[in-house]
């Protein structure tokens, strides 16, 4: 293995000791009021402005430049999907992160 494979080896694969009770004695922030809104559809556009270009694509094969060029339909279908999570953490949105995707065949 090489040096700069066995450093980081080394540096993510360590075993540590860990005191969870200590978690009780740190102080907690104070809650924002401002984060206590789902965001707009214009917090969600600009948030999508903000991403860099030209990034990896996800698992799911969607690219930064794809979800900065969705259309206004598109937008408000993803801001009242954050609405739903955001008021109904009850649902069981994990069970969402195993997709089955299908491919596509091209000509």
Known sequence: MNTLGTHYHAI??????????????????????ELGTAPTPNEILSALKHMKNNKAPSFLEVTTDMLKNLPINSVLLLTDFFHEYWNHLEIDYESWHKVQTTGKVSA
Do not use: G, W
Not at 12 to 28: G, H, M, P, T
């Open 12 to 33: 993510f694969n360590r075993r540590a000791n860990i005191d969870y009770s200590v978690l009780k004695e740190i102080k907690q922030c104070d809650n924002s009021p």
